[in-house]
């Protein structure tokens, strides 16, 4: 099923530390997945993908790792700086076209 | 190098009334999709149109709403007789293509408000 919440979980880190956002996915027919950001009155801006052939994903200062076996997807964000802060969402795609977004996560950067 | 270009970001309805909100999609893209968003909640999947056509409209409502991406011209969501229950924000999304490693790229939306 798709993931609903009406209160997203908060990941709090500090500037400079490496964040960690986990997803867990719905349906083993998806074979492409993608992160989003969203910042406060935005659309999503595209952070990076992977297929499901891939366990991990490296981009600028960022790496999506994939664990199929388990459907969990996460994002890891190396010194996470305040311009990280934003709502973070996994989307995959189990039905050809339309992406399935997950209920998203909130990450708060401490100066 | 204009991305996914949405109008009105922002648009204010009475009951009764419609709503048209435009996408224009990045330029190459030919494939354009339409997402709702509730307050803290993921988008949800409308409609995915190519020019002229509408290739799956599973997401979209029977009643009052429908859309098209004519040959010119952006796509339109169209909501006829608004409810309270319309209000949120809308999305567009294009892409050049489909499957694997042709990500959308979302506009900033229409943030629709029913009186």
């Known amino acids: 099923g798709e993931s609903v919440g009406l209160h997203l979980p908060t990941l709090s880190v500090q500037e400079g530390d490496n964040s960690i956002i986990n997803c867990a996915y719905s349906n083993s027919a998806s074979d492409y997945f993608i992160w989003y950001k969203q910042e406060s009155g935005k659309g999503p801006q595209f952070i990076i993908d992977?297929?499901?052939?891939?366990d991990k994903r490296q981009g600028q200062r960022v790496t999506v790792l994939l664990n199929k076996t388990v459907k969990h997807l996460s994002l890891q964000i190396a010194a996470t700086q305040p311009g990280d802060s934003a709502v973070y969402f996994c989307?995959?795609?189990?039905?050809?076209?339309?992406?399935?977004f997950g209920a998203g996560t909130i990450l708060r950067v401490k100066s | 190098n204009a991305g996914v270009m949405q109008n009105p970001r922002h648009l204010v309805r009475r009951r009764g009334q419609e709503a048209r909100l435009r996408c224009s999609p990045m330029?190459?893209?030919?494939?354009v999709y339409w997402y709702r968003q509730l307050p803290e909640e993921g988008l949800k999947f409308m409609v995915y149109l190519q020019k002229e056509n509408i290739i799956d409209e599973s997401g979209m409502p029977k009643e009052r709403f429908s859309a098209e991406f004519p040959k010119e011209g952006p796509s339109i969501l169209r909501i006829q007789q608004v409810v309270r229950g319309d209000s949120a924000a809308y999305f567009c999304a294009s892409s050049s293509g489909t499957g694997v490693n042709q990500p959308q790229h979302f506009g900033d939306g229409t943030r629709l408000s029913i009186l």
């Open positions: 330029k190459g893209h030919s494939h």
């Open positions: 989307a995959e795609n189990p039905y050809g076209n339309k992406l399935v």
């Open positions: 992977i297929r499901s052939n891939m």
